[in-house]
């Protein structure tokens, strides 16, 4: 494939729509329809970008037994989904600073570990280049209710068992279902 240019269609408060015009290998000119974080992207390398505009947790319980997942309502949706805790970093934190404020905000639980950072992830490739910071940890203290009006989260402690469970019977985010599949095998 070959990039031709990128054409803001629409500004939103938290997302920008954009086209993308490339031409395949049997050179037809097509149109991609993507949406971002960044405001004003007008090159190739912009869209790659190489800086994370969110944080995901993957959160233990100290004794590493139980782990973290929310419950929350989603728009995009118009349903409860399960997912890991995550959230926007705020201009000027680092992943780990966005790691644990998200974490407080929609738990009320204090990050008290931090035993990984992955690199670069998109969180939905398919039509986004919104790049995420994969953050595991601990945590601990007590399960409080999001103290963000605008979210509505219910989170939870889950063993493999119950995990094992709720693959069956819940909707997830993609990254979280194969996540926990694979640790409620372990």
Not at 32 to 59: C, F, P, T
Not at 60 to 84: D, H, P, Q
Not at 91 to 120: F, H, N, P, S, Y
Not at 163 to 171: D, F, G, N, P
Request: one cysteine or more.
């Amino acid at each position: 494939m070959k990039y031709k240019g990128i054409k803001k269609i629409n500004q939103g408060k938290y997302i920008t729509r954009y086209d993308v015009d490339y031409e395949t290998e049997d050179g037809q000119s097509k149109v991609y329809e993507i949406i971002s974080r960044k405001k004003d992207i007008s090159s190739l390398e912009e869209l790659n970008g190489n800086k994370a505009d969110a944080v995901v947790l993957i959160m233990t319980n100290m004794e590493g037994n139980k782990i973290l997942v929310n419950r929350e309502f989603r728009m995009a949706s118009g349903m409860w989904v399960m997912n890991f805790p995550a959230g926007l970093i705020d201009e000027g934190e680092d992943a780990k600073t966005a790691a644990a404020r998200e974490l407080r905000e929609e738990t009320g639980l204090i990050l008290k570990e931090i035993d990984d950072v992955m690199g670069l992830s998109y969180s939905a490739v398919g039509f986004s280049n919104e790049m995420n910071l994969v953050v595991v940890g601990k945590c601990d203290g007590t399960i409080e209710k999001s103290d963000s009006a605008f979210e509505e989260i219910e989170a939870s402690w889950y063993t493999k068992e119950e995990i094992r469970k709720l693959l069956k019977t819940e909707r997830f985010a993609a990254r979280t279902q194969a996540y926990l599949y694979l640790w409620s095998k372990e």
